[in-house]
């Protein structure tokens, strides 16, 4: 996430002096702009077997357009925080909205995978400009003493994404079909768009950083120690949740109940995104990340058994999907904390790099779950259960390597 910094009497771009921090009301439509990015990100998944129907594609090469702009927001993210970085933040917030606004309409429209594929890597582009400088920026405009809770609530617009966006992007795409669902999105980023432009006062840019000193604290081993497990982490709980349809039809989940299990994973992500935050303060890291990823071993585990076995467990299958979301999303604030911890005086880069990490482990967990879904949902979720086994590994084996961790 880039610093926004705005020193005394500096004059803003129009030749004004800088607004004065103030509440929390003009974080609100930056954090509806992180809404509407966390919904993009993520409502394919929603209606991913529909859509490849209608672009005569299977499920796994459909679910690529989730991986492409996963990688995309990790690659671009760095490079476009390079690039941009002079350019006002109103400008620069605005732009990235408009892009990502278009690319929607264009996914909406697309004819073929070609167009869908090439349209998620432009909305990946406006994402990765948006997002980091949406928290930056809402940072700057607040008193001191409201910055944390600022940065929670920008950060909360896409926690509440994976809780309602994506559960309300499938009930579209069956009431109006998959595309009147992307062109929703569309809509929203425009009105975001005015939003900002209506509400937000002129901020200046920053000084240039170079790209090879940005990623230049990847080279310290404590922070090497950390920052893969994101990824990691990542990869396991998106193994399945990419292709949520269909491995969820394997354990008896009808297509038109599949709405109330993505509420429900939605409503684990909420849940164990504010309980690792309180935990973490409480007990540490490390400890919070172990009770995470046995949780989602086991909830991916007994996924497995239940689709492996064609049985009919729907309470017990929503009660598990919950606590896949729960330690799915609870990874964020603990690794955050670490990264910080072992480079305070890099917090921000850090923290964008983690962002990065997220979507680098969606794009890796939507590639192996389309790997394997051939096979069966049997195979996705057990895939997924070794992976939050393997992430137990790592955190365990690397957790010495951070001097501060509890």
């Known amino acids: 996430m880039s610093s926004v910094s705005i020193p005394s009497g500096r004059a803003t771009a129009d030749g004004k002096n800088p607004p004065q921090p103030g509440g929390l009301s003009s974080t609100l439509v930056l954090a509806l702009g992180t809404f509407a990015v966390g919904t993009d990100a993520f409502v394919v ?10 672009l005569h594609v299977s499920e796994t090469a459909a679910g690529q357009s989730i991986t492409v702009f996963a990688a995309a927001y990790a690659v671009l993210s760095p490079v476009l925080a390079t690039l941009t970085a002079r350019l006002p933040r109103r400008a620069l917030l605005i ?20 167009v869908l594929i090439t ?3 432009v909305a990946a582009a406006g994402a990765a400009a948006y997002t980091p400088n949406a928290g ?21 617009g896409l926690t509440v994404a994976t809780a309602l966006g994506v559960p309300l992007g499938n009930l579209i795409s069956h009431w109006l079909g998959w595309r009147s669902a992307l062109g929703v999105v569309a809509g929203l ?40 497990l994101t990824v990691l982490g990542m990869g396991a709980c998106y193994t399945a949740y990419a292709y949520s349809v269909p491995v969820l039809e394997a354990v008896r989940i009808p297509e038109s109940a599949t709405l109330w299990m993505l509420f429900l994973y939605g409503l684990g992500a909420v849940l164990g995104n504010l309980a690792a935050g309180y935990a973490t303060d409480r007990w540490g890291s490390v400890r919070v990340l172990t009770a995470g990823y046995v949780c989602m071993a086991l909830a991916l585990g007994v996924l497995a058994w239940i689709a492996a076995a064609e049985g009919s467990l729907r309470p017990v299958v929503g009660l598990l999907v919950m606590f896949w979301g729960a330690s799915s999303w609870c990874q964020t604030p603990p690794q ?51 992976l939050a086994v393997a992430a137990l590994l790592f955190l365990r084996i690397t957790a010495r390597a951070t001097a501060h961790e509890s």
Do not use: K, W
Request: aromatic fraction near 2%.
């Open 189 to 228: 980023c425009l009105l975001v768009a005015v939003g900002v432009r209506l509400i937000m006062p002129e901020l200046p840019g920053n000084p240039r950083v170079p790209l090879r000193t940005r990623l230049a604290v990847l080279r310290r081993p404590t922070v090497l120690a950390v920052l893969p």
């Open 119 to 121: 349209s998620r890597i």
């Open 45 to 54: 998944a929603g209606f991913l077997p529909t859509m490849a129907d209608s």
């Open 136 to 156: 930056a920026v809402s940072a700057a405009l607040v008193r001191p003493e409201l910055r944390a809770r600022a940065l929670a609530v920008v950060v909360g």
């Open 95 to 114: 732009g990235a909205l408009l892009t990502l606004g278009a690319a929607n309409l264009l996914s909406a429209l697309a004819p073929n995978l070609a």
């Open 336 to 386: 955050q904390h670490r990264l910080i911890e072992v480079a305070p005086q890099e917090a921000p880069l850090v923290v964008s790099l983690n962002s990065s990490g997220i979507y680098l482990g969606i794009g890796l967990g939507t590639v192996l779950g389309g790997i394997t879904l051939p096979v069966g949902a049997a195979t996705v979720y057990g895939l997924g259960a070794v």
